[in-house]
């Protein structure tokens, strides 16, 4: 069965310093989506990606936050000077169509970022 | 803005026992989504319900949306270990993003 695949499964990063969470959603997706989870929270909805550019983006992704889809396979989300409240569980999805279309988003594993 | 209240926010129950999880909007859903989530894992697609009154099942587990469109709810029989997670009950605003309720952690007993 096809799936979102994310990587690392775990990052652990120095406060200040730039990451980058990879994603491959699903081949045929044409959406892309990452949302985050501090621990003990909701899942939040972080931003949307289609036809290569963003098409909704939430409060919280802010100029630290950038998106891209460097090739026809991976879909990047960089933080670029990581601070201690970006610690979370970050979901890269992807659905065939908007999910404001009723399409069902599959999730990847996530990746859990620790910024120290 | 759009919220979501789930509750219980938690609940032990002894397998072999049914239960239901419960997901009210403020406002008239497009859409609503039930995943599950394991314990610091990815979020696992349930289902998805776009018509009022509308009911879907997998395996031992039902999910309906009233006629407002505006609750859900999730409902196991005869609950089993593989059950145990967050149970994520997502809002269609009809835009391009679900917003997640805070979730119901659900513990089995053996």
């Known amino acids: 069965e096809p799936e979102v695949t994310q990587t690392p499964s775990h990052q652990v990063t120095q406060m200040g310093q730039e990451v980058i969470l990879r994603c491959v959603p699903i081949?045929?997706?044409?959406?892309f989506y990452w949302y985050r989870q501090i621990l003990g929270q909701k899942v939040e909805f972080l931003v949307s990606?289609?036809?290569?550019?963003?098409?909704?983006k939430s409060e919280i992704f802010d100029d630290q936050f950038s998106v891209e889809r460097p090739d026809g396979s991976n879909f990047t989300l960089k933080i670029r000077s990581t601070k201690l409240e970006d610690s979370a569980m970050y979901f890269c999805a992807s659905s065939e169509s908007m999910t404001g279309l009723n399409t069902e988003a599959f999730f990847g594993q996530g990746t859990r970022l620790t910024v120290v | 803005s759009q919220e979501l209240e789930q509750s219980p926010q938690s609940l032990i129950v002894q397998e072999g026992k049914n239960l239901t999880i419960n997901c009210t909007s403020s406002k008239t859903l497009y859409g609503l989504y039930w995943y599950k989530q394991k314990y610091g894992e990815g979020l696992i697609f349930l289902m998805m319900l776009q018509k009022g009154g509308e009911e879907k099942s997998h395996e031992k587990i039902t999910a309906k949306l009233d006629e407002k469109k505006q609750q859900s709810s999730l409902h196991i029989t005869a609950s089993q270990p593989s059950h145990a997670g967050i149970y994520l009950c997502?809002?269609?605003?009809?835009?391009?993003?679900?917003?997640f309720g805070k979730g119901t952690r659900l513990h089995i007993l053996p």
């Open positions: 990606f289609y036809n290569n550019e963003i098409s909704e």
């Open positions: 997502g809002a269609d605003k009809g835009d391009d993003k679900i917003i």
């Open positions: 081949s045929n997706h044409l959406y």
